[in-house]
């Protein structure tokens, strides 16, 4: 059986997570806070999550797993047959990644740790997410889904990442990223309603106030 290793706070474990769901496949799930796997920094060397553990050995980084998945395993289909079409998928969860999650990363420290960031890298980080929601308006289909008709990794990337760039954006900078595109305000209303996404959602809530007093006693054991 398949084992995801990772954490429930964790935007990327629950991508893979929502497409473990949403293909029906078997799998277990490892909370690498209170079991890591053995050789864990050999597995992932950044420590990164989520790891995949598979009958041939461990997969890290999020977009691997996610096309290891589609690649290797049944269940309903999370990219076209077309392989233009499956490119644009991709080419739309690329920018939704590198353009939205990497530079509102930059800044969680001080939005969900209470830490500060440099006003540099903050000043970075708002041109970044300006420039990022231009691009996704532009790129997007909605129709209905992100990439076009069907649910597919790009509406993935979308839920576990624009909400949080958003959430970035206004408390740090008083912007409101979806004001100009209603589309991606309904679509993540809409993908809030899918029974695996409102799964995940409780499990992440339940496992909230346990998984950040770890992580806080983690680092100040270092």
């Known amino acids: 059986m398949l084992k995801l290793h990772g954490f429930a706070l964790s935007n990327y ?13 078997p799998f277990e799930e490892v909370n690498v806070l209170t079991a890591p796997p ?7 060397p950044r420590r ?7 009958e041939q050995g461990f997969l890290t980084e999020t977009s691997a797993i996610l096309e290891y998945l589609e690649d290797s395993q049944g269940g309903p289909p999370l990219l ?4 233009f079409e499956r490119a644009q998928v991709r080419s739309l969860a690329r920018t939704i990644e590198l353009y939205l999650e990497l530079p509102a990363r930059s800044c969680y420290p001080e939005v969900f ?3 500060q960031v440099e006003g540099a890298v903050k000043a970075v980080a708002r041109n970044e997410l300006q420039s990022g929601i231009s691009a996704l308006r532009r790129q997007a289909r909605f129709a209905p889904f992100v990439a076009g008709e069907h ?5 993935i990337y979308l839920l576990y990442s624009l909400p949080l760039a958003a959430h970035v954006a206004d408390k740090l900078f008083a912007l409101d990223l979806l004001q100009d595109l209603p589309e991606a305000r309904a679509l993540l209303q809409r993908l809030g309603e899918n029974p695996n996404v409102r799964r995940i959602a409780a499990e992440r809530e339940a496992s909230r106030e346990a998984t950040v007093a770890l992580m806080k006693a983690k680092l100040a054991a270092r």
């Open 13 to 25: 474990y629950n991508m893979v997570k929502l497409a473990l769901l949403e293909k029906a496949l």
């Open 38 to 44: 053995a050789g864990f920094k050999a597995i992932s």
């Open 48 to 54: 990164k999550v989520p790891i995949l553990e598979t």
């Open 80 to 83: 076209p047959d077309n392989a």
């Open 113 to 115: 740790f209470g830490g």
């Open 151 to 155: 649910f597919t990794l790009a509406d």
